[in-house]
Structures are given as C-alpha cells and as structure tokens.
C-alpha cells in the first residue's frame, strides 16, 4: 500500500492541506466500498473513487456520473488515495494540489460483474460493476479509451447500463437534485465556509482531526467493524464528539418481485396483498419526514397528508406503498391518478409492508418476519394514524390467498421468504402473481375519430427496439381523456417511434408521439404474435421511465403445492379440473364455490361428454377477462337452466333475494325493480352456481342505459337456408355499413345464424336516442330486403320465412338484448356465440365447432375483435349518408 501511496503523497504538503495522510490504517470491510466526492476545485468535477488492494482506485469524472445508458462520461485516471480518504470533506486551501471545496456525495458499496477478477477486468480495460450507494444504484462500466501519442493521464468512459435504475434522457438530474452532503447534509457553500454539522464516518475508527475533516469511532461502518472484532493499529490524537443523529440513507433502491403464474406453495413464504398504487419509501429523521418513489424522486410534496402522518414517527426507513381507497376499501389505481391530478390526496393512505431502518439499526440483513413485527409494533407505538396502516400477512397456502384476493376485486397478491433479508433489486425471495392480467406499456401514438380522441397504440422496449403490442380501446372516459389528452398533445412527434416488423403503418387518424409516457392496462392477455387482446386504460405512471417498461412473462414457481382434488363421480371429471380445490361437495372457482359441481347442464358438448355446473364456472373463468369487456356497465339479462337442458328454464333481468354480491344491481328508467349487472370476471362464476347458460346485456354504451352504443343486425335463416347463404348476407351486411362510414364485427350466435355488429362513438353533446337507433337499422335492413326480397324479409312472420333470411332489427331498442360475445347458448351440443374475424366468414364456416369445450383454446390464438373499440363510428353521420341514398332510391 505504500508504493501504492507514493504519488498521493508526492503532491500533498500535509502542513498545510487536512487531506489524511493515509498512515491511518483502515481494515477492509467484508464488502468493498465506493464514494463519490463533489470536488470544486479548478473546474468542478466528481471524484469516482472504489476501494480496491486496500486503496481506492480513483478517477476524475469531469462531468459527473450520468444514469441515461446514452451518456458516455470521460473519467481521468488518477492516483490512488488511501481508504480513510472516503470520509474526508472539506477544504483544501488554494494553491494546493486540487485546491477547493471536497463534498462527499455519494457513499456505499460496490461488486464486481462478470467472470474476471476486478483487477483483470482493469487490466483489460472493461471493468463492470454494480453499485449500491446512498443516490447511484445498479450496474455501470468503466472502458478504457485508446491512449494518444504523448498522452501522460489515462482516459476512461463510465457509462451507466440498462437496468431497474437507468433513465432516458436528463441522466444527469441525479446531480441537481442531491446537492448535499451525504455525510453531513451540507452544501458545498455550508462545507466552505466551515459552517454546519461534521461529516459522518463510513471508512474509519479514528484519525487526527483537523480543519473538516473529522472522524468518530463511535458512527458508520468502523463501529460495526469494532463489534466484528477489528481494531485500528492506529490511535487518534483526538476524537470527536459524537453528533446525536442517526446514520439513515437518503434513499435505499427497492427489493422489486419477479412475476409468477402462481404463488410459492412450499413452506416459509408468507403472503401480503398486492397494493395497486405508488411504490414509496418514506425516511423520518429528526421529525421530518420524505417520501421517495422506487426512483428516488422526491415527492413528499405530492403526499403532504401522509407526510405529516409520518413525521410523528421515530427516525425510521419504512418501505410501502400510497393507495387510494374505492368504497369498499379496496385499491383503486384509476382513483390515486385522480387524486394526484387533482391535488386532492389527504385521502390516501400509506400500506407499510417492510422496515429498513429503525433509528441507527440497518435491519436489511434482519429476517422479513422479524423486521415486520418490529414495523407493526413501531406503527402502533405511533399511535396508529388513519394514513398509516401496516400490511398483515398470510401463512397459509398461497393458492387460497391469491383466490381469495381475487374474489375481492383485488389485484393480487406478493409472496415473500419469512426469513430473507431485504435486498435491492430483482431478487428471488420476492415473487408476485396477479388475479388479472396486468402490465405496463409506453404509449407511441394515439388514433382519432373525425379528430376525437379514440384509443392508444402502445409498446414496450425489447433490447434497444421499442415494440408494437397492440391498442388500448377501453377504460377511457371523458374525465379520464380530458386529464390524458393534454399530456399526449405535448409529446406530439413527426414519425413513428416504432420499430421492428408489425408496427403500425402511417394513417390520417393516427398522431405519432415520442415513447415517454407510460400506462398500466389490463388486459385478456396475448396474443401467439405478442400483441394484447381486449386491453383496459387504468393510468398513466409517473414514477416509472418509459425504457424500464419490457414485456414481462409470467414463470412457474418451482415449488408449488397443488391440492389434490376428493374423488370425483366421474373420472372425465376428476381430469378436467385436477387443481381444483373442493371443500365438502363444492368447488371453488374464482372464490366462488360451486354447489353440485357434477349435475349435468348439458348432455354434450358434441363430444359424448357431459357438460357439468362446475364445467359452465370454468369456461366462464377460461373467457371472462375477455367476456367481461363486452357485458360490464349494461343490464344483463340471464337464461338459467339449474336443472339441465332437459328441465325448467327461464329467463331473469331483475335481481332476486339471495343475489350474489359479486353480481351489480342497478336501477334503470321506468323500473321499480333493480336490474342485474356483471361488472366483474368473478361475477360470471356466481351466474354459473345459478346455472347461468345464457348472458344477454342491454347494447347500450357502458354506465349508460339510455343511450345506443351498438347496433346489432340478426341474420335469422328460415328453413331450407343454407349456412353459407347467411354467411354471404352478413357480408352484404358489412359492406353496406361500410358505404356509411361505419365499422362491423361479426358473431355466430350459437345457433344457426349470425350477428353483424357496429360499435358506436359516443358524442359529448347532445345524444342520439334509441328511436334514431332502432330507425337507423330498420333503414338498412328495409334496403336490402327492397333490394332481394326473394331472400330477405324484415317481418317476423314465419309463414313468409320459408327459404329466406329474417332481418332482425328489434335488437336495438332500449330494453332489447342481444347475446354476448363468447356466451354460451341453452342449446344441445353446449355451442356459444364466437366472435371472428370476417376473413373467417366464408363458404364452409361450420358454427357448431365453437363450444364451451373447444372456445377457451380457440380463444388463445385468436385476433378476432381486438380492434373493437378502435371501430366506433358516428352513427350521426351514417344517418345522413344513408337518408342520401334512400333519396335516390326513391
């Protein structure tokens, strides 16, 4: 270490500078340790310094470190400087070497990359590493530049890599925004005018104090080295008083959770509910306290309510998340933007689920279990405030909890290891699994309908590629657009931002944007060439970057307890359902169990196998993320068969006692009776314990009964009406909707016909009625019966039905119905309506191959109506287009 000090010492007149000397002797830490020192000297610059052979290899950063991978910093190599050099701040006085104010900004540890030693790596001039201080985490690499003829210094780049931590442009905030001490809390001008309290140790037991620079045994990393047993061979001529303060962090990087299918079933995980809202750290010291994102941004500000709360708290490093709460207390994401927008967040509460710092005691290394009890037992010695509320856990088997969560509308839950440490980072010990499927996405344009705002094209970075995944369609009302569409106006952008094979082409209605925005969406999942099927708007994520957002991928826990079904009455069906978990003769789906699960609804499913009660919850489980967007926010009216196709059916639209909570019950216009309402995927479960064969809503626009926001064309053969004689009348269908600017989709309605269905934009003023609906389909359906009325008619008369096709336009009246989309039908052979895509309706379509059995596999590979809610028209405009051509007709 001497030889290694020589030029160190070389340029320092130890008189006069309080630099330390480096005779202190600093035993080496069981972890390698890092600083960076703000140094103003004759130009400001940042000194990267990393402990290496019992030194610290350091280098001049001119610029600072930077966390956007796109910033490339030149970084001087310098001489080495001893180890007690890292608590140094202060002063050196002008006229010597590196003359000028010393801060010490960053602090904390640091571990090599790779396969090579960190001295080969130097050597060969790629030298990676991972760092995890107080501001800069995650994994950064120092290249080593080409020297030039006559050069004396040796030039490196550091240049930070894509992780958890990196950003996209403005890498360099990170600097501006911690413009204090890390050891003192001081600004550069407090440190030269020798003001403010003194640095806190983190390299040493003792040294000669002089000027600012001062160390004490009693604080940091020495301290704990002293416990360990370690003892400096060096005696300090003075020492300091100890400041009664605590050592806390500034900000600690998060443990983050990987994704799985299912929960861990083995032994020693516990179980929390998954919080959907912000991820946020809050730091209390001294009766103040912050409130950081999982970035470190600081936005105590934003949460002044909870901030206060936690002020009364002892000095404390919690880990949580801030949520706001819907009526019935459950996490609602949609609300926390509202409130945040708004300015309204004294609501919102903060979910503690784990402690990182109880005053000076770093308890990452302490077992989750009893870091947790601590927490509980620190919150209720706080006096258990409203805005603060602790996380309890769950230790029973993960299945059941995740059901559980589910059943309550929840998002799901995080598993976690009782006795792991808290680690930064992606770890293994952490682990979520989601009751619907969720994900992040950045949004790269928006499309338009004659200039209204109508759905988002979304992407996510694979590698360096931004990616094309689909459109988001749903969940975006007109409080929701007014909040968004300023935000995407001001990201407006000349070209396309994606790349790669599927990206969507250059088109009048779609404005490109620059991918910085990120949204969270729900959606029915993906598709087998990586787009999402049927995807919900929640919000937008501030506290995320956009070059985070990577598509992400669900794994199966390698441990995982499956319990064993009793013995079924029959083995096709004890097959079927193997995971299913029966309580006495139920059988839960979705959390809703299921009485009888065996009794036979259908006969078959034309397959010779019976279609039982617990079979109808399945499929419904199977198809409702996607079912559920096409049903939710109307009336439904339901065909119950609870004793089989064979027995009583009937027909319920209103609510009855003994309704489940799972399903809506909504009053409407000119009924005294609440109707009923399925506004969530386990509702569909409790429609199958009533025997619920049928699902038939209103066609209204969701929330909104007295307006159309569908129109439904019935294509009803009569005898001797081949199918593909329907087929070709529902493309006529098509094409005369088309003429009229408006957009269809078509169904198979489980029987011998089809539906031909056009989506409806909704306007901001006045609204069109159900009376111009209904006209408006008449019209069109009287036009093509004028037009062949060999083979078309639009009077329900069965008489006159004989070889030709009913055009059935009543479906769209205000109380009329029409079946779902994916519902099955009372009807042998157990069919269902399945929505296709019109390159499926040609000549030898077979209707009778979609059933409950065969839908859910079909369902996977499937595209069909993934643009749905891209193809809302105005029906105003189509009115007058058509009353031109029944003019000229006439």
Not at 94 to 110: A, F, P
Not at 196 to 214: L, N
Not at 310 to 325: Q, V
Not at 468 to 473: M, Y
Request: glycine share 8%; with cysteine.
């Amino acid at each position: 270490m001497a030889d290694n000090l020589k030029k160190y010492r070389a340029k320092r007149d130890f008189k006069k500078t309080s630099e330390p000397s480096g005779e202190l002797v600093v035993k080496q830490s069981n972890r390698r340790r890092f600083v960076i020192q703000k140094h103003d000297a004759s130009r400001l610059h940042y000194d990267l310094r990393i402990e290496m052979d019992g030194v610290f290899k350091s280098w001049a950063v001119t610029k600072g470190p930077s966390l956007d991978p796109g910033d490339k910093r030149l970084a001087v190599e310098v001489e080495d400087h001893p180890l007690d050099y890292g608590d140094f701040e202060g002063t050196i006085p002008k006229g010597e070497y590196g003359g000028g104010t010393v801060m010490l900004w960053d602090r904390g540890y640091w571990e090599p990359e790779g396969n090579k030693s960190p001295e080969q790596a130097l050597a060969k001039g790629d030298f990676k590493f991972t760092l995890e201080g107080q501001r800069l985490h995650g994994s950064f690499v120092l290249v080593r530049m080409r020297g030039r003829e006559g050069e004396k210094r040796t030039n490196w780049l550091l240049i930070k890599h894509r992780d958890d931590y990196s950003v996209e442009e403005d890498g360099a905030a990170v600097l501006e925004e911690n413009d204090t001490s890390v050891a003192s809390g001081r600004t550069m001008e407090a440190i030269a005018a020798g003001k403010g309290r003194k640095p806190k140790p983190f390299m040493t037991e003792g040294a000669t104090v002089e000027a600012d620079a001062v160390w004490d045994s009693s604080e940091g990393l020495a301290a704990e080295e002293r416990k360990a047993g370690t003892k400096s061979k060096a005696k300090p001529t003075k020492k300091a008083k100890a400041p009664p303060r605590t050592t806390l962090p500034d900000f600690i990087a998060p443990q983050l959770c990987e994704t799985l299918a299912r929960p861990p079933g083995a032994k020693g995980w516990i179980h929390e509910i998954k919080f959907d809202g912000y991820r946020v750290q809050a730091r209390v010291e001294d009766g103040k306290s912050t409130l950081k994102t999982r970035k470190g941004l600081d936005w105590t500000s934003k949460f002044s309510a909870i901030a206060e709360a936690a002020s009364a708290l002892p000095n404390s490093i919690i880990d949580g998340e801030i949520c706001a709460l819907d009526e019935n207390g459950a996490p609602d994401f949609a609300a926390l933007q509202a409130a945040i927008s708004e300015g309204k967040t004294d609501d919102l509460v903060y979910f503690a689920f784990d402690f990182l710092y109880d005053g000076d005691e770093d308890l990452r290394d302490h077992p989750l279990a009893d870091r947790k009890e601590r927490l509980a037992a620190m919150l209720s010695e706080g006096g258990d405030d409203p805005l603060l509320r602790f996380v309890e856990h769950f230790e029973t088997g993960g299945d059941a909890v995740l059901k559980s969560a589910c059943r309550l509308s929840l998002e799901g839950i995080v598993s976690k290891k009782a006795d792991a440490p808290y680690r930064s980072g992606r770890t293994d010990t952490w682990a979520k699994s989601k009751c619907r499927a969720g994900h992040e996405v950045v949004i790269g344009a928006y499309a338009t309908t004659n200039g209204a705002f109508r759905s988002l094209l979304v992407g996510v970075y694979r590698g360096n590629h931004f990616v094309h995944v689909g459109r988001v369609g749903t969940g975006f009302g007109a409080k929701v657009v007014d909040q968004i569409l300023p935000k995407l106006q001001k990201l407006e952008a000349a070209k396309s931002p994606f790349t790669g094979i599927g990206a969507p082409k250059k088109s009048p209605d779609i404005v490109w944007l620059k991918p910085e925005l990120v949204a969270e969406i729900e959606f029915a999942g993906w598709t087998a060439d990586g787009q999402v099927r049927q995807a919900s708007f929640k919000g937008l994520r501030e506290d995320k970057p956009a070059k985070e957002v990577e598509a992400e991928k669900p794994a199966e826990p390698n441990e995982v307890e499956t319990p064993e079904p009793e013995a079924a009455s029959k083995p096709s069906q004890a097959k079927k359902s193997p995971s299913r978990l029966r309580k006495g003769a139920k059988v839960d789906v979705m959390g809703v169990l299921i009485s009888s699960p065996d009794k036979e609804l259908w006969p078959d499913a034309l397959d010779d196998e019976p279609v039982t009660k617990v079979d109808l919850a399945e499929y419904y489980e199977a198809v409702g993320s996607w079912l559920i967007n096409h049903i939710k926010g109307r009336p439904c009216s339901i065909i119950r068969t609870p004793d089989g196709l064979g027995g009583e059916q009937f027909f319920q639209r209103h609510a009855m006692q003994g309704t489940s909570n799972l399903v809506e019950q909504v009053k409407v216009r000119g009924d005294k009776q609440p109707y009923l309402q399925i506004d969530r995927v386990e509702g569909l479960a409790a429609v199958a314990q009533i025997g619920g064969a049928e699902l038939h809503p209103w066609n209204c626009e969701p929330d909104q009964p007295e307006v159309p926001g569908r129109l439904v064309f019935d294509l009803d053969p009569g005898p001797d009406v081949d199918f593909d004689t329907v087929i070709e009348g529902a493309r006529e269908i098509r094409d005369r909707l088309e003429e009229l600017g408006l957009v269809s989709f078509c169904k198979t309605t489980g029987g011998k016909g089809l539906h031909v269905v056009t989506p409806l934009a909704v306007s901001k003023g006045k609204k069109l009625s159900w009376d111009e609906g209904k006209a408006f389909a008449h019209d069109v359906c009287l036009q093509m019966a004028r037009d062949n009325p060999d083979l078309y008619l639009i009077k329900m008369s069965k008489a006159q039905r004989e070889g030709r096709i009913f055009l059935d336009y009543l479906r769209n009246d205000r109380t009329s119905t029409a079946v779902a989309p994916l519902s099955p039908r009372a009807r042998p052979g157990a069919t269902v309506s399945m929505p296709l895509n019109w390159s499926q309706v040609k000549k030898g379509l077979d209707p009778k191959r979609f059933t409950v059995r065969t839908v859910p596999g079909l369902l996977k590979d499937s595209t069909a109506w993934q643009d749905y809610c891209d193809g809302q028209r105005s029906l105003e405009q189509a009115i007058k287009r058509l009353a031109k051509v029944m003019k000229r007709a006439a």
